[in-house]
């Protein structure tokens, strides 16, 4: 077992026990299809659009015809049908004829060019165009969106909603997806209340339960949520069945070294083989994990801020890992401070803020509140960037290593 880790040591060491879940085929219209991590690449099998086609309602024609043409002397061309989107031409376009064409339908052999209605005169029986086309003006060529044999998306690709559409016009009537991992959040301490209670007796809401269940949704997860009081063997027990039905646990509270924090005990009491004991790092730092038959468990603290900054920092791509992201960790990026930060920070220390881009620079504000129980700092947080171990106050305008909280 590791002990004091660094924060990336640890995270490192949770990707290597993971591998994304099962994957299996789901229909299109599946409505947690959407936000759920393709399986498969995918490449087109045909071009979008499947024809060239007209981007707006006007006549289609040979541009040769036109070559002459100018407001004094206008081309006279016969119409030789009307073509509405969803219909196909029944003749080719000769020259000295157009068709009457609708925005989106298909253009017919023989035409290169469109023009607009409002840039015609035009009766039931010819067109009169006052200006010269270039052959292919005003068409949207076959394949313009997609080609045939393209890469459309890779393998661990999270499905947005471009990727449906671009999956329907590709007919994949049931792309394979990663399954939704299961995920148990334990929340333990004997003081925690339910948000409909009254706070009597050194209660406190049970905030994190609500927190952690969030961020597992939000991935996609399923999850199921347990709280138990400070009692070894009920969160032993809890922890074991917790691994029967779930592909990741985490909990909240109990990971200190105070007479209360039961978590480690009782991991070890479920048969959790121990893989790292407290990290070096602020907040975040109290922690433990594990893992049993490949299935992680991962001990937070139970200040509110002080979990979500580990689990940002050091679970989180884990999970995502999971899930099947192709790629787990989370973004970086180089932030300079817009402000001063008063603290020293004699181990590694990860601070909330949120990303100003204005003038082209990646800017951090520091939210004002950077304690380990202070959650309200994390609401509308966009980044968390590292202040390496040993650092003095930092002046506005230093350069930090950030991470985008996605």
């Known amino acids: 077992m590791e002990t004091n880790l660094d924060y990336i040591a640890a995270r490192e060491l949770l990707l290597e026990q993971v591998a994304p879940v099962q994957a299996a085929r789901v229909p299109l219209d599946t409505p947690r299809l959407f936000g759920a991590v393709l399986a498969e690449d995918v490449v087109a099998s045909e071009d979008v659009p ?18 002459n043409a100018d407001g004094d002397h206008p081309v006279t061309l016969r119409i030789l049908e009307e073509i509405p989107a969803g219909s196909m031409w029944t003749q080719p376009v000769e020259p000295g004829t157009a068709a009457k064409i609708l925005t989106g339908a298909p253009i017919p052999p023989g035409a290169d060019a469109v023009v607009k209605y409002e840039e015609t ?79 009597t007796g050194g209660k ?42 779930s592909d990741l646990v985490i909990t909240t509270g109990g990971v200190s070294v105070g007479d209360y924090d039961y978590t480690p005990d009782a991991m070890e009491r479920a048969g959790v083989q121990m893989l790292i004991r407290t990290l070096k790092l602020k907040p975040g730092g109290a922690s433990a994990y594990g893992v049993k038959d490949g299935k992680l468990v991962c001990g937070l603290s139970g200040n509110p801020a002080s979990a979500l900054t580990n689990y940002y920092a050091v679970v989180l791509p884990a999970l995502r890992k999971l899930c099947g992201y192709r790629e787990p960790r989370l973004t970086e990026l180089t932030v300079t401070l817009a402000e001063d930060f008063g603290k020293k920070s004699p181990k590694t220390r990860l601070i909330r803020g949120t990303l100003d881009l204005a003038d082209g620079m990646a800017r951090m504000h520091v939210s004002h509140a950077q304690g380990n129980g202070v959650l309200h700092s994390l609401v509308g947080c966009q980044l968390l960037a590292e202040i390496p171990a040993g650092s003095p106050k930092l002046p506005a305008g230093t350069k930090l290593l950030a991470y985008l909280i996605p």
């Open 50 to 67: 499947p024809f060239d086609r007209s981007p707006y309602d006007g006549y289609a024609f040979r541009a040769a015809d036109t070559e």
């Open 121 to 199: 005169l035009y009766d039931a029986e010819t067109v009169k165009v006052f200006s010269a086309f270039a052959a292919g003006e005003n068409i949207v060529p076959r394949g313009e969106d997609v080609q045939t044999g393209e890469l459309l998306a890779t393998a661990g690709t999270r499905i947005d909603p471009a990727l449906l559409g671009v999956l329907a016009a590709q007919h994949m009537a049931s792309p394979l997806v990663y399954r939704a991992p299961r995920v148990a959040v334990i929340t333990t301490g004997s003081e925690l209340a339910s948000p409909d209670e009254p706070l």
């Open 204 to 245: 406190i809401v049970n905030t994190n339960l609500y927190t952690f269940r969030a961020e597992a949704e939000k991935l996609g997860c399923a999850c199921e949520t347990y709280t138990v009081g400070d009692d070894p063997e009920a969160i032993a027990q809890l922890l074991r069945e917790a691994l029967q039905s």
